[in-house]
């Protein structure tokens, strides 16, 4: 009996027959990644292999001197006794389910994905497969998502209403995908659109990625006669309450996240407006993604782990928790943003 | 409904009181008077009796959701609120936009919430189906509040009253005045309540209370002792009760009518000459003593009073000035006019429920600091010094009035468990429970669930999260390492405690990063700081009482 094609240890999920790692929490010497988000991506392995449109951030995360190797969607690779290919994620840009083949018996590992609409990054693509590694962000039915054009309408009418009251509007979310997703959803018109350095240092990889997204200019030392009335400025959460983040005022707050969706969470962030915006699948995409592989084994990762596997049971399938650690409990860092290398704090 | 319901998500939205103050004003400028009425009924707390039980309510939307009961389970410990747990577990509601906003609020209220429980159960549920169907996903959550009495958001009286008053251009204390006591929400009431001020007010207004500063320098900086009148400082309520066109009105600071919280004062009061206002504190107060503040809350906490709180928790109004007298305003008057004439008014009334403060004679400031060493066997909070002859001013003039307070026993104590919280603190871990050493041991003796900014909240609850040595249901047993400095204001013997000490206002002052959990204290500590001090069961604690800071 083989060892199983994926396997949990101390360094992370091996896949032994194919001698790497997938998204390792420690450096190794082979990894392959599935999105830049900063519990996914590690920086100081030897050798890294990740989907060629997402080279651009994740040299940001691992360093540009990392050695990386690009592997485009749907294009097969031997490693070993195993046969690797990258799927669309939906999940920001160049993220990617790690495909893996060996006599006839296929594993996916899905990293992080969604479902819903995304400008920026290639739409999810259902692998079929036997056992899917899944993660489970959101796996309560209290979590869904209302389509993108509703959010990003209400932001649009919220940044126009504040702009109408001579106030800025500062929206907090992840600097990595939320906020290029913000940028190529909301209307230009509106108003001039400022960058944190932490969000402008990402939105330039975007850009040179070929994302389109709506005009912006970093946000400089402050200056004597600044006038924010009417800007919206995109910012990590920790901006908020800093000298930095108070130059805007009067300004309204706002925070894009898929914990919105929970009032708790939206009085304790105390931002003035929650936007239920995420780029992690909600329940029925949880279910719709699982139910499209056709697998018949689920692992269930970091998350809503433990209800999300009872109800597959409860329907049928062989599910089981895969105690990673990945993040996904908690608000703060439960969608994958930790500070991009080489940020200066509030910067 | 649907206005409403914009209402609510606008107020639970903004933590600011002019957003909140706005969002009213626009609802109730655009509301039709007799819906408008029921949204004062539940703005100001009101509410019907719980008409449908949380047992149905569960059962019936896990059936509407299509989800497992465990499911609802582990949706509403996420949640942290069933009415908002049932709201987002429903089949999506149809656009906004593409529903006609058929009933208005009243109507809602008098043809459904109202008629809920004289119907039978199957009726209740196909009434509950029905409604869910038609509303959009906030106006869910307000009618699930509604119907399960858990109608609750962020704005106090004082704020309806003052968008109330600013819609009908009517003053605040008419507003306040004419919202007292029981009234029919209905169309008439909203019309009376802005109708044109007819001078009732006038009768009622209390005067803007004086407030002191806390005293941070030393008390011989405030010159002459004998220039000074010192009191206790009691911790109750403060209140200004106001007689006047043959009526007795009984203000907190909160600018709140609580005559009726309080009969007995206001009963009491009808006895005060016409044309008086005095300002005091009300205090729980039982065969010569004061009671815990806690006792106090449970009189304040509920809309109808029984017998028995009132002979358990009896109130009194302890005065320590009077604001007018025979009709006269005497607010310029110096503070030790202003005492005798009180001194005189209460004296004529010989009630043992409207009392005066007593004065304390100070011979020096040293014998001053000495006295106030009794401040805690004798149930108050330390000193309230006034200068004899200031006026009686607006706010919190600074320099006339201090208060000169004792500080809060402290100890540092092991976090042992936690628990998640409520509402706002669902999904984090932010009650815990703190223990102090006996020999190897470490005994809990109190909850804490304040005191942490929000961040040390989040560390915290990383920490219990990889940290849990057992779970008992929501309970984590985590590792004793953390330790906090406890700060809190009394402690009695107890028998329902582990450690046998019960106290009173616990709450985190700070994390003391810097120490280990073998450093905390012992139970000695505590024992020691038991009225009568005397230290039992092998004190390891040498010092003696010992509030913080000396």
Redesign the interface.
């Known amino acids: 009996m083989p060892a199983p094609l994926v396997e949990l240890t101390e360094e992370g999920l091996l896949c032994r027959a194919g001698g790497f790692y997938i998204d390792p929490w420690r450096p190794v010497e082979r990894a392959v990644i599935t999105h830049a988000h900063a519990d996914h991506a590690l920086a100081d392995s030897e050798h890294y292999l990740a989907a060629t449109p997402g080279l651009g951030v994740l040299r940001l995360r691992v360093g540009a001197g990392a050695d990386i190797q690009g592997l485009a969607y749907g294009e097969r690779l031997r490693l070993g006794e195993v046969t690797v290919s990258l799927h669309p994620a939906g999940h920001i840009l160049g993220s990617a389910q790690v495909r893996l083949e060996r006599g006839g018996e296929v594993w996916v590992v899905s990293g992080d994905y969604k479902l819903g609409a995304d400008p920026t990054c290639a739409p999810f693509e259902p692998v079929r497969c036997h056992t899917f590694i899944t993660e489970s962000t959101f796996g309560l039915p209290v979590y869904r998502w209302a389509p993108q054009s509703e959010v990003f309408a209400d932001i649009d009418d919220w940044w126009r209403g504040n702009k109408e009251a001579g106030k800025a509007s500062l929206l907090l979310c992840y600097a990595l995908g939320k906020a290029q997703r913000i940028l190529a959803g909301v209307t230009a018109e509106i108003g001039p659109v400022y960058l944190h350095g932490a969000v402008d240092r990402v939105t330039q990889a975007y850009r040179a990625a070929g994302v389109a997204m709506v005009p912006t200019t970093l946000v400089g030392p402050a200056k004597r006669g600044d006038d924010w009335r009417g800007a919206l400025i995109l910012a990590p959460p920790s901006a908020l309450h800093t000298p930095w983040g108070r130059r805007f005022r009067p300004l309204v707050s706002g925070f894009a996240s898929g914990w919105m969706r929970v009032r708790g969470a939206r009085r304790r962030r105390a931002v003035d407006r929650g936007f239920v915006l995420s780029d992690h699948a909600d329940w029925p995409g949880l279910l719709a993604a699982i139910s499209a592989t056709g697998a018949s084994r689920v692992l269930v990762t970091h998350g809503h782990a433990a209800p999300l596997t009872r109800y597959l049971q409860e329907l049928g399938l062989a599910a089981e928790v895969l105690a990673t650690r990945f993040v996904g409990e908690g608000e703060e860092a439960s969608e994958g943003e930790a500070p991009v290398v080489g940020e200066e704090a509030g910067s | 409904m649907r206005r409403f319901a914009g209402l609510y998500a606008a107020l ?4 600011k009181t002019g957003d909140k103050v706005a969002a009213m004003r626009a609802y109730f400028a655009a509301a039709p008077a007799e819906d408008a009425a029921w949204a004062i009924y539940f703005l100001t707390g009101r509410k019907p009796r719980q008409v449908i039980s949380s047992k149905n309510l569960r059962a019936w939307a896990v059936a509407a ?1 299509q ?2 009961e ?2 609802f389970e ?2 509403y410990e ?4 069933i009415a ?2 049932v709201a ?2 429903l089949p ?1 509601a149809p656009a906004t936009a593409t529903r006609p906003d058929a009933l208005p609020l009243h109507r809602w209220v008098e043809t459904r919430l109202l008629a809920l429980p004289r119907l039978p159960e199957a009726a209740q549920r196909e009434l509950m189906l029905a409604a869910w169907e038609e509303l959009g996903p906030t106006e869910r ?1 307000v009618w699930n509040k509604l119907i399960t009495g858990a109608f609750r958001v962020g704005v106090s009286q004082t704020l309806v009253i003052r968008a109330l008053s600013e819609v009908g251009g009517v003053p605040v204390a008419t507003v306040a005045h004419r919202l007292m006591g029981t009234w029919t929400p209905d169309a008439a009431m909203f019309r009376g309540l802005m109708a044109a001020e007819a001078g009732e007010a006038a009768v009622s207004r209390p005067y803007p209370f004086m407030l002191a500063h806390p005293l941070e320098d030393p008390p011989e900086s405030l010159g002459a002792p004998e220039t000074w009148q010192a009191e206790w400082k009691w911790d109750g309520i403060r209140a200004q009760v106001v007689r006047r066109g043959g009526e007795v009105f009984v203000w907190s600071r909160g600018e709140e009518l609580i005559g009726e919280r309080f009969p007995e004062i206001a009963v009491a009061a009808r006895q005060l000459p016409e044309g008086t206002v005095l300002d005091g504190e009300v205090l729980p107060w039982r065969n010569g003593e004061v009671l815990p503040f806690a006792e106090l809350q449970r009189r304040i906490g509920r809309k109808t009073l029984t017998r028995k709180i009132l002979e358990e928790v009896p109130a009194m109004f302890l005065g320590f000035d009077v604001l007018e007298h025979a009709g006269k305003d005497l607010r310029e008057q110096p503070l030790h006019v202003r005492r005798g004439v009180l001194e005189s008014v209460v004296a004529a009334l010989g009630s043992s429920t409207i009392t005066t403060s007593h004065v304390v004679e100070l011979a020096s400031w040293g014998a001053a600091a000495e006295l106030r060493e009794q401040s805690r066997s004798r149930g108050v909070e330390g000193f309230m010094l006034k200068r004899r002859d200031s006026r009686y001013g607006l706010g919190r003039v600074r320099g006339d009035w201090w208060k000169w307070k004792i500080d809060p026993y402290v100890v540092d104590a092991v976090l042992i468990y936690a628990q998640g919280g409520q ?6 871990f932010t009650d815990y429970t703190f223990a102090v050493w006996r020999g190897e041991e470490l005994v809990p003796f109190c909850k804490a669930y304040s005191g942490l900014t ?1 961040e040390e909240i ?1 560390q915290v ?2 920490f219990v ?1 990889t940290h849990t040595r057992e779970q008992f249901g929501p309970v984590r047993v985590v590792d004793p390492e953390l330790v906090f400095e406890i700060g809190f204001e009394g402690i009695a013997r107890s028998t329902r405690h582990k450690s046998g000490v019960a106290v009173r206002f616990p709450r985190m002052l700070r994390w003391r990063k810097d120490k280990p959990a073998a450093d905390a204290d012992a139970i000695g500590r505590l024992l020691a700081l038991l009225p009568g001090g005397a230290a039992v069961e092998g004190s390891e604690s040498p010092s003696g009482p010992s509030p913080a800071g000396r």
């Open positions: 639970d939205e903004t933590n959701a989800v497992p465990w499911m582990q949706s996420a949640v942290g609120d908002e747990t987002l577990l999506e959550l509402g706002r603190r669902a999904s984090l929000d989040r609850d990383a999260r």
